[in-house]
T-cell receptor, first 111, second 113 residues
């Protein structure tokens, strides 16, 4: 059974710092991996999608990497801003199409 | 604006009552799904549909029914609400299963007393 783990559960950093959020999964047979952002009381917004054949995707200050063989993905946020404060979730899509979420990392960026 | 619309945003039920959470999308997405989000449990898939007339169970389907009579709508029915169904429910859609970015609704917060 696929399990997705995100560590740490919470992270607090000063504004301007570069940071890395981690996501690990137990079954490397994935179709793709997505990173989402969730603001308090809101739905999820897709940030980046990495196909299983890709190693990374970039969008602005965000860069997501994927290493299927080790069962890991990282979300790199450059020059963090207070507006980046949110919960970040990763989700893997299995080859059967099922989306399995991690429990998320809650990020606080202090001014 | 195009997207996924969920109603109601908030609902309080008594144990044993039934209700329907509505989900509609105007992006002509074939794939639609329902998740529940609970503290410490993350998001878990309840039911999903790969097209009109086709539905299937996810990870936690017990106590919920779905139907997909049109491409646009995917309602989630609670047949006899239980306190364990207190949660935040999210509907999501994409062009197809698996390959595409999921678009989420804003969520429906349900409390069962």
């Amino acid at each position: 059974k696929q399990e997705v783990t995100q560590i740490p559960a919470a992270l607090s950093v000063p504004e301007g710092e570069n940071l890395v959020l981690n996501c690990s999964f137990t079954d490397s047979a994935i179709y793709n991996l997505q990173w989402f952002r969730q603001d308090p009381g809101k739905g999820l917004t897709s940030l980046l999608l990495i196909q299983s054949s890709q190693r990374e995707q970039t969008s602005g200050r965000l860069n997501a990497s994927l290493d299927k063989s080790s069962g890991r993905s990282t979300l790199y946020i450059a020059a963090s801003q207070p507006g980046d404060s949110a919960t970040y979730l990763c989700a893997v899509i299995s080859n059967t199409g099922k989306l399995i979420f991690g429990q998320g990392t809650t990020l606080q960026v202090k001014p | 604006n195009a997207g996924v619309t969920q109603t109601p945003k908030f609902q309080v039920l008594k144990t044993g009552q039934s209700m329907t959470l509505q989900c509609a999308q105007d992006m002509n997405h074939e794939y639609m799904s329902w998740y529940r989000q609970d503290p410490g449990m993350g998001l878990r898939l309840i039911h999903y549909s790969v097209g009109a007339g086709i539905t299937d169970q996810g990870e936690v389907p017990n106590g919920y029914n779905v139907s997909r009579s049109t491409t646009e709508d995917f309602p989630l029915r609670l047949l006899s609400a239980a306190p364990s169904q207190t949660s935040v429910y999210f509907c999501a859609s994409s062009y197809s299963e698996g390959a595409n970015v999921l678009t989420f609704g804003a969520g429906s917060r349900l409390t069962v007393l």
